[in-house]
């Protein structure tokens, strides 16, 4: 039962990593380097003002910052006090199995 518990937190836990990994990737930062766009062109696509850039462009920005709030929104509830509260493990042994899972190369699909 313990062993259960603190597997399903570490299961979690790189659960959420895996998601705060994808949403590195959908800053205004990294989707300004993507667009090849300035930070001005990307404050005026997050604050739905018209911009110079392709529509297309303005599009796939649109998407990706869609994306970005629906990953978010997944974390919520899932920090690493939360999750060892909701599983009642203790963050010295699921680290441990975090740490083997991510040798082995498994993970969670939340």
């Given at each position: 039962?313990?062993?259960?518990?603190?597997?399903?937190?570490?299961e979690?836990?790189?659960?959420?990593?895996?998601?705060?990994?994808?949403?590195?990737?959908?800053?205004?930062?990294?989707?300004?380097?993507?667009?090849?766009?300035?930070?001005?062109?990307m404050?005026?696509?997050?604050?739905?003002?018209?911009?110079?850039?392709?529509?297309?462009?303005?599009?796939?920005i649109?998407?990706?910052?869609?994306?970005?709030?629906?990953?978010?929104?997944?974390?919520?509830?899932?920090?690493?006090?939360?999750?060892f509260?909701?599983?009642?493990?203790?963050?010295?042994?699921?680290?441990?199995?975090?740490?083997?899972?991510?040798?082995?190369?498994a993970g969670?699909?939340?």
């Amino acid at each position: 039962m313990i062993h259960e518990r603190h597997m399903k937190a570490a299961e979690e836990i790189l659960w959420t990593r895996k998601i705060q990994k994808e949403l590195a990737q959908l800053t205004n930062v990294s989707l300004e380097d993507k667009f090849e766009c300035s930070r001005y062109h990307m404050y005026r696509i997050t604050c739905g003002l018209e911009s110079t850039l392709p529509a297309d462009d303005v599009s796939l920005i649109n998407a990706c910052l869609a994306e970005r709030d629906r990953l978010k929104a997944l974390l919520i509830g899932h920090s690493q006090k939360e999750i060892f509260r909701r599983h009642g493990a203790s963050y010295e042994t699921v680290i441990r199995y975090v740490e083997d899972f991510a040798e082995c190369g498994a993970g969670h699909e939340h």
